[in-house]
């Protein structure tokens, strides 16, 4: 039974964050930015790191790649309210770098409370760092994507990070937008408990893999 005024465990790991040194990145950062959306919802998107708008807001995906990532989340029904949205590194790396190895196992504490807290139904990984992040490989964003995973007792689905698609990064011959947006509606169909619709279409000449996904753990949904 919830107590009035008790402090969930959660939010005693929130405000131990928000004012964590445990790396170099607290000292250039405005502010930790911890999660934006429903912590206590089904589905967790996990993206990189803070940028500019999210450190001077304190909310993740809140810059362009966040107005693309709403856009696509309301095409299959969802929106902040059902979903929650998180990134690997709680701080913002200089310059928006990538998050260096002793950052991410820094922050990792972190992510894992939140993955404690919620056990998401659906996990969507955006882009490189998320995906080795929760598939405990060092597989990359091309080859993991097209696929479905089970971890941590959830449906894992690896897409591209918006920024990439912003960018106009092109990973093989599908157009990053397109790739997302088949993902999603993946995600929509597990949420709903049905069967896909159409095969997700993979980027047509991807590089080989460094890792192969393990077959064993690897979902036949796609
Ligand atoms: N990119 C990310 O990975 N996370 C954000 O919060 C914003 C941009």
Redesign the pocket.
């Known amino acids: 039974m919830a107590v009035e005024g008790a402090v969930t465990d959660i939010e005693r790991i929130r405000r131990e964050a928000l004012a964590c040194t445990r790396c170099r990145l607290a000292e250039g950062r405005t502010q930790v930015?911890w999660a934006a959306g429903n912590l206590d919802s089904d589905v967790l998107f996990i993206?990189?790191?803070?940028?500019f708008h999210?450190d001077r807001q304190g909310v993740?995906?809140v810059?362009a790649?966040?107005q693309l990532l709403d856009t696509l989340l309301g095409e299959i029904g969802l929106d902040r309210t059902r979903v929650a949205i998180v990134?690997v590194v709680k701080c913002r790396p200089p310059g928006n770098r990538d998050p260096l190895p002793d950052e991410i196992d820094a922050c990792r504490p972190y992510l894992e409370a939140q993955l404690e807290h919620m056990k998401p139904r659906v996990i969507v990984t955006?882009?490189n760092f998320a995906t080795r992040f929760i598939l405990e490989q060092p597989i990359g964003i091309s080859r993991a994507r097209g696929h479905a995973y089970r971890r941590r007792g959830a449906t894992v689905i690896p897409t591209f990070?918006p920024?990439a698609a912003l960018r106009g990064s092109r990973f093989g011959g599908l157009s990053p937008v397109d790739a997302i947006r088949a993902d999603l509606r993946r995600v929509r169909a597990v949420l709903d408990g049905t069967p896909a619709a159409s095969p997700v279409p993979a980027a047509l000449d991807e590089a080989p893999a460094e890792s192969e996904p393990d077959a064993a753990e690897q979902l036949g949904l796609f």
């Open positions: 930015v993206g990189e790191a803070p940028g999210e993740p995906f810059g790649a966040g990134n955006l882009g990070h920024a």
